[in-house]
Structures are given as C-alpha cells and as structure tokens.
C-alpha cells in the first residue's frame, strides 16, 4: 500500500524568510506527486505536481518541489514566504491501480509571521 | 475557482440518522470523487464514481454509498451516523486518468450528536 508522511505538523517562520515542507511517501510502484493547499474554509487547490521529466516542477506563486526517487522525497521549498501564504499544505500520491485516486499526507500547517 | 460546489456548507446530525450531501461538477469532468476529512487529518478517499458506476473504495462501510447523475453531479450518503462520522466531507471533479487535477469543492461539515 502507497502513504505519505508529512514529518511536521505545524511550520512557523516570519515573513520574507525561506520555508520547506517536509513529504516522504512509500510506495511499491511509481507514484505520481501532488502538493495541495488549503486556506481556511476552503476546499483544497492543487499548488504543483510531479508527473515524470524533470524532477525539479514549480508553481506559478513562487513555489518549488523537487522530486527524489532514491530518498522517496517530494519536500516543498519557497524562498520567500508572504503571510497570504499561511494555509495547511497537504502532500499526496496516486499511482496505476485501477482507478485514480489520491492518498493524502495529515498536513502541515504553515504559519506566516509579520 | 473551481467551480465545483457543495451543499450543504454545514449540517447537524445526531447518531443513527441518515443524511445526503450533494455536489456539483465541473463542466467536462466525468469522475467525481469523495473523501472525509477529520480534524487534523489529511482527506480519506471514500469512493469513486465514474460515468454513473462506482468505479474504486476506500476503507469506508457499505452504509456510505452514493450515486452520480447522468449531469455528473454527485451525491454521498451515509446512513446509520456514527460519532465519528464528524468530519470535512469534500467532493472533487476531475477527469478519469491517474495523472489529472482532481478540482475540489468546499466541502460540507457534518457534526454528529
């Protein structure tokens, strides 16, 4: 069975400073890797993900995750955090099985100080 | 935005009643999948529904069932509520490969008494 592990539940830093969150998952087959956010009383968008080529993928607000197969790693980075970035971070996976569905690490929460 | 919806934004139940939550598509999609999401917890896949069958399960009782129309819209009902059945219970929109954006809604709270 494929889970994902987020290490960190809760990721305080101020504004302006470099942030990664941390996602390992563990999986049998190749998995495809997925970061969603979440804001406060919303449903989750989808921030970037990993589907093959280049393991280095970004998003289009400054966000950056980098695939590695050897450490099952997918650890999201911004150099520069605003505090509109503050929202719970969910990584997932899916892979072949059938049908398409994503399993979800428990999130972390990123909190973004002035 | 998605422009997939959810009704209703919150409800509350008590233990053994039924109750129905309901959830649009996004135009083009015809996959409509639902998780739980617990305080704290990332979402749980429930179930999957993929052009009016159900096409995967999670880990969920059979008093979770649901349907989906031939407009792709969708609903989740649960029968018999548990305590634990509390949750974020979020729809999500998408095509049918592995590898699509599954676009989500936001979601309903049901609190069980």
């Known amino acids: 069975a494929q889970s994902v592990t987020q290490l960190d539940s809760q990721v305080p830093v101020f504004e302006e400073a470099p942030v990664e969150l941390r996602c390992n998952y563990s999986s049998s087959v190749s998995v495809y890797l997925f970061w969603y956010v979440q804001y406060p009383n919303q449903g989750l968008q989808l921030l970037l993900k990993y589907l093959s080529g280049s393991t280095l993928v970004e998003s289009i607000n400054g966000f950056e995750a980098e695939f590695n197969k050897s450490q099952t790693s997918f650890h999201l980075r911004k150099p520069s955090v605003h505090i509109s970035d503050t929202a719970e971070y969910f990584c997932?996976?899916?892979?072949?099985?059938?049908?398409?569905?994503?399993?979800f690490g428990k999130g972390t929460m990123l909190l973004v100080s002035p | 935005e998605t422009g997939v919806t959810q009704s209703p934004t919150h409800l509350i139940k008590t233990r053994g009643q039924q109750v129905t939550l309901r959830c649009s598509s996004q135009s083009g999609h015809n996959t409509v999948s639902w998780y739980q999401q617990a305080l704290g917890q990332g979402p749980q896949f429930i179930f999957q529904?993929?052009?009016?069958?159900?096409?995967g399960r999670g880990n969920f009782p059979p008093r979770f069932s649901g349907l989906q129309f031939p407009n792709y819209s969708s609903e989740l009902n649960v029968n018999a509520l548990e305590l634990d059945d509390s949750a974020l219970y979020l729809c999500?929109?998408?095509?049918?490969?592995?590898?699509?954006?599954?676009?989500f809604g936001p979601g309903t709270r049901l609190t069980v008494l």
């Open positions: 529904y993929y052009r009016e069958e159900e096409n």
């Open positions: 997932a996976v899916s892979w072949n099985s059938g049908y398409s569905t994503l399993t």
């Open positions: 999500a929109s998408h095509l049918a490969g592995f590898t699509d954006t599954q676009y």
